[in-house]
C-alpha cells in the first residue's frame, strides 16, 4: 500500500529551529547566571566527576542509599570533560548535563530521520513533550535518576530500528542502554529487554537475512561498543571482594525491606498510561512519605489505545508500526515488574524511566494513527505538518512555562543553611592540625558537613570521614578516626546539646533555619505530642532524647493514618526546612 510522506512546510521547519534556538539560548542564560549551589547528591556528583583522569578515577557508579553503587561511572566520565572546560565550577555540571541530553536527544532524532520524515516528525514531538514533563531545567539537572527518562525513550526508538537492521540505532541501543543502567539500576530490566530484542533482531538477520554481512559487521561493533562501556565495572568486580556487580545482585535477590509487590507494580504503570500523563505533567500524586500514591486502579488510556492500534497495524500488514506496537507492550509488562522489585516507599525518583515508557506507548499509537490519516487526501498533504504544528504549540507552552531553577536546589531552606555554616567552619578548621575527621551526619547535618568537606579540598585542607564513607566519596576522602589529628562535627538534636556540655569541643558556630516564629510553632507541635513529665534537674539532652522517641511512635502512627493531621503535616514542613545545627571543633586529638 502506499505510503506517502509529503515534504515539511519550510515555514513551520523555521519556526521550530527559531523556537529551540530561544529556548536552548533563554536556558543557558539561566544557567552561567545563576548561584546554583551543589548540595547533598549534587556536591557528591561534582567530588567523584572531579576524580575521573586522575589515581581515584570512579569505575563503579553513583552511590545507592542500600550501601552498593549504581552499576557503572559512564555518567561521571561524560560530565568530566564539559565539567573542566567549565573551570571545575558547580555550572559546569549543569552545562555537563544539558550537552549530554542533547546528544542524546539529537542522536534519537538521526536515528528517526533514518526511517522516514514521518518518523521524524513524530519523535520529535514526542521528545518535546518529555522535555515539557521535564522543564527545561530538569535538560540540565545532572541528578543520576533524571538522566533515565531521555535515555531509556532513546533505548527504545533504537531498539525498534535495529530490528530493521540499522547499524546507527544499533550503536545507540547498546550506547544509550549502557548509559541508563550504569546511572540507575532501577531502569536495568525494561533497557536489558530492549536491549535483548535488538540483539535476538540482529543474530536473525546475521544468520538469515538479505545482506547478512552488513548485519554480522552491525553485531560485532555493536558488541565492541558494549564490551568498552562495561570493562570498569567489570574491572571493579574482578579486583574487588565482593565487588560492587555481586553488591546488586545480593541486593535484588535478598531485598532488606519488602518489595512494592506485582499488584501495586500494575496499579503504577497504569498511572503513568492514564490521562492526563504523569509525564507530561512533570509530577506524581505522592503521599506524605513523598512515596507515588498507589491507591485505586487508574484507567490505562494508553494500553488501551495501544490495543486497537496494534491491532489496526496487524489489519492493514505495517511491520514498522506493529513492531513499534509489540516493544511498547512488552515494555508495559517489564515495566510493571520491575515497579513490582522496588524495595521500600516506591519515591517517584526511583520511577522517572517510567516517562519514557508512557511516551514510546503514546508514539506507538500516534504513528499508527498518522499513517492512516495519510492515506486519506487531507492527509496526504498535511500529516506530517499537522505533527510539525503541535510540536511548535508544546514548544511555545514549554516558553510561556519557563525556565524553573528550584528543583535543582533540592532545599531553598537548606542550601541557606549551608552557605550560612560553611564559611565560620572552613574559617575554623584552618587552625586546626590535619588530617581532619569529620564526624557522621545524615540529614541537613550531613550535607553541611559535605558542603565543608569539599571547601576544604578546593583549598588544600585535609578534611576526611570514616571509611564507611568510601563507597560514596572514594577512598581517598576517608580516615580511620584514631589516624586523625583533629575533629570537627556538625550536630542536630540531642546529639548538639550533650556536645555543648562536653569541655573537649569548642563551638563554633550555631544556626536555626527557621525564623523565631517558626521555631516557636514548631516547639508548641513538639511540646504537644511530644511533651512529657521529667523529674527535676533532667538534661536538655536527656529531654530531647525522650522527645525524639515519642515523636517517632507519632510519626508512625501519622504515616500509617489514611489522612494524616493538619498538626503532622505542619510539623513535617518545618522540619524538612531543616532542624538547628551546631558546628564543633575537638581541642585535641579525636578520643
Not at 516557636?520 to 511540646?527: C, K, M, S, T, W
Amino acid at each position: 500500500m502506499e505510503d506517502p510522506q509529503p515534504p515539511v512546510d519550510r515555514r513551520l521547519v523555521y519556526a521550530v529551529v527559531a523556537l529551540l534556538v530561544i529556548a536552548l539560548g533563554w536556558l543557558l542564560y539561566r544557567l552561567v547566571t545563576s548561584d546554583w549551589l551543589p548540595i547533598g547528591d549534587y556536591r557528591t556528583l561534582q567530588l567523584r566527576v572531579a576524580d575521573v583522569g586522575g589515581s581515584e578515577t570512579p569505575i563503579i557508579g553513583v552511590y545507592s542509599r542500600y550501601q552498593w553503587n549504581h552499576p557503572g561511572p559512564m555518567l561521571f566520565y561524560a560530565l568530566a570533560l564539559p565539567y573542566r572546560l567549565g573551570g571545575s565550577s558547580p555550572i559546569g555540571l549543569l552545562i555537563g548535563a544539558l550537552l549530554i541530553n542533547l546528544g542524546v536527544i539529537a542522536t534519537t532524532l538521526w536515528i528517526a530521520a533514518r526511517a522516514g520524515r514521518r518518523t521524524f516528525v513524530l519523535v520529535g514531538f514526542f521528545i518535546a513533550l518529555l522535555c515539557f514533563g521535564m522543564n527545561p531545567a530538569g535538560l540540565a539537572d545532572p541528578w543520576n535518576p533524571e538522566f533515565v527518562i531521555l535515555a531509556v525513550f532513546a533505548t527504545a526508538i533504537a531498539s525498534w530500528r535495529t530490528i530493521f537492521g540499522d547499524r546507527v540505532a544499533a550503536v545507540a541501543l547498546v550506547l544509550f542502554g549502557s548509559f541508563a543502567i550504569q546511572c540507575h539500576i532501577g531502569s536495568a530490566l525494561p533497557v536489558a529487554m530492549l536491549v535483548g530484542i535488538g540483539a535476538v533482531a540482529l543474530l536473525a538477520r546475521s544468520v538469515r537475512g538479505t545482506n547478512r554481512s552488513h548485519d554480522r559487521r552491525t553485531s560485532l561493533i555493536a558488541l565492541g561498543v558494549a564490551i568498552v562501556c562495561w570493562i570498569p565495572p567489570i574491572v571493579e568486580q574482578l579486583t574487588h571482594s565482593p565487588g560492587n556487580l555481586r553488591l546488586i545482585y545480593g541486593f535484588l535477590r535478598n531485598p532488606p525491606l519488602a518489595t512494592t509487590g506485582f499488584a501495586t507494580g500494575v496499579r503504577i504503570m497504569f498511572r503513568f498510561l492514564s490521562i492526563p500523563g504523569n509525564w507530561v505533567q512533570g509530577t506524581e500524586p505522592t503521599l506524605i512519605n513523598s512515596a507515588i500514591n498507589t491507591s485505586g486502579w487508574a484507567i490505562p488510556w494508553a494500553l488501551l489505545a495501544l490495543c486497537v492500534a496494534a491491532w489496526w497495524a496487524w489489519r492493514k500488514n505495517w511491520r514498522n508500526e506493529l513492531s513499534l506496537c509489540a516493544i511498547a507492550a512488552a515494555l508495559i509488562v517489564v515495566g510493571a515488574i520491575a515497579a513490582s522489585r522496588i524495595v521500600g516507599a516506591p519515591s517517584p525518583y526511583l520511577l522517572r524511566w517510567m516517562w519514557a515508557i508512557a511516551a514510546f506507548t503514546w508514539l506507538a499509537v500516534a504513528a499508527v494513527a498518522l499513517r492512516q490519516i495519510a492515506l486519506t487526501k487531507f492527509g496526504r498533504q498535511h500529516a506530517t505538518n499537522l505533527v510539525v504544528v503541535a510540536t511548535i504549540f508544546v514548544l511555545i507552552l514549554t516558553l510561556i512555562r519557563g525556565v524553573n531553577l528550584t528543583p535543582l536546589r533540592l532545599s531553598t531552606s537548606w542550601t541557606r543553611a549551608i552557605a550560612a555554616l560553611t564559611p565560620p567552619a572552613l574559617a575554623a578548621i584552618k587552625e586546626l592540625p590535619g588530617p581532619i575527621y569529620l564526624g557522621d551526619g545524615y540529614g541537613l547535618d550531613g550535607s553541611a558537613g559535605l558542603d565543608l568537606l569539599a571547601r576544604a579540598e578546593e583549598t588544600g585542607i585535609d578534611v576526611r570521614r570514616s571509611p564507611s564513607w568510601a563507597y560514596i566519596y572514594g577512598d581517598k576522602r576517608t580516615i580511620e578516626r584514631s589516624q586523625a589529628a583533629s575533629e570537627v562535627l556538625f550536630l542536630t538534636e540531642s546529639a548538639r546539646l550533650e556536645t555543648e556540655a562536653d569541655p573537649y569541643y569548642r563551638e563554633i558556630f550555631t544556626y536555626d533555619p527557621l525564623t523565631p516564629d517558626q521555631r516557636a510553632e514548631f516547639d508548641a507541635l513538639v511540646a504537644k505530642y511530644a511533651g512529657f513529665d521529667h523529674p527535676e534537674g533532667m538534661s536538655p539532652a536527656a529531654i530531647a532524647r525522650g522527645q525524639e522517641q515519642l515523636l517517632e511512635q507519632w510519626v508512625k502512627t501519622e504515616l500509617a493514618a489514611k489522612s494524616p493531621s493538619a498538626d503532622f503535616k505542619r510539623y513535617m514542613k518545618l522540619l524538612l526546612d531543616g532542624p538547628v545545627v551546631s558546628v564543633f571543633a575537638s581541642n585535641g586529638p579525636p578520643r
